[in-house]
């Protein structure tokens, strides 16, 4: 699976984004997704992430309530809705995917995980 991350930017804190990552390849609709990021000087931790349906997610207690993680299998995309962003949401978003020995209900919270991911894109939130 190869995987195509956009959306980032710069918001003012308070503000909204919503990232995609797009899949191609031969698995591209069996995968499970994640969201991952990394600020600079910090570990890379799950966002939020979600099973091959779609109909179970799970999120990191610093975004729960906030961003929203969804797919649209037709279109081989998964979605992160960001609300209410804050300074601290700054950093690298990375999408992932598992689309080796994924369960069709389980969602996954370890990088090591995913074998595939996308490039990253910035996500800057002005105070």
């Known amino acids: 699976v190869q995987l195509q991350a956009s959306g980032g930017g710069l918001v003012q804190a308070g503000g909204s984004l919503r990232l995609s990552c797009t899949a191609s390849g031969r698995t591209s609709r069996n995968y499970a997704g994640g969201w991952f990021r990394q600020a600079p000087g910090k570990e890379r931790e799950i966002v939020a992430a979600?099973?091959?349906?779609?109909?179970?997610?799970y999120y990191a207690d610093s975004v729960r309530g906030r961003f929203t993680v969804a797919r649209d299998n037709a279109k081989n995309t998964v979605y992160l809705q960001m609300n209410r962003l804050k300074p601290e949401d700054t950093a690298v978003y990375y999408c992932?995917?598992?689309?080796?020995?994924?369960?069709?209900?389980?969602?996954?919270?370890?990088?090591?995980?995913?074998?595939?991911w996308g490039q990253g894109t910035q996500v800057t939130v002005s105070s």
């Open positions: 979600i099973n091959r349906s779609g109909g179970n997610t």
């Open positions: 992932a995917a598992k689309s080796r020995g994924a369960i069709l209900s389980a969602y996954y919270s370890a990088a090591n995980d995913y074998d595939s």
